[in-house]
């Protein structure tokens, strides 16, 4: 069974920076696709951005371009997500989710993944 945990959520101010961790464990990652997502009060869950484990493929969203960047660590399962300028409409519950390749790129939709963290809290402040 695959367990995903998320670190490293916090209170920023506008402008700030905040790395976001997602240990896995109970999968190989490299065979498999890393995403971020978020959900806001009120929203939906959306996504934020995707990585391959094995060739480090990555997709972003729009409104998150050139702000974040997600990383991965095969050795350790891990993957990243740095976050910089950040700004208040990025508060949310940010959540780690694993899933199959989708011809060779990591899924963009939530149903393309199979297992999810539990979450970590992200405030921006204005």
């Known amino acids: 069974q695959v367990q995903l945990v998320e670190s490293g959520g916090g209170l920023v101010q506008a402008g700030g920076s905040l790395r976001l961790s997602c240990a896995a464990s109970?999968?190989?990652?490299?065979?498999?696709?890393m995403g971020w997502f978020r959900q806001a009060p009120g929203k939906e869950r959306e996504f934020v951005a995707a990585i391959t484990g094995a060739y480090g493929t990555t997709r972003y969203a729009e409104s998150v371009k050139g702000r974040f960047t997600i990383s991965r660590d095969i050795g350790k399962n891990m993957v990243y997500l740095q976050m910089n300028v950040l700004k208040p409409e990025d508060t949310a519950v940010y959540y780690c989710?694993?899933?199959?390749?989708?011809?060779?790129?990591?899924?963009?939709?939530?149903?393309?993944?199979?297992?999810w963290g539990q979450g970590t809290q992200v405030t921006v402040s204005s």
């Open positions: 109970g999968r190989t990652f490299s065979s498999y696709a």
């Open positions: 989710a694993v899933g199959p390749v989708i011809s060779g790129s990591p899924g963009l939709y939530e149903y393309m993944y199979d297992s």
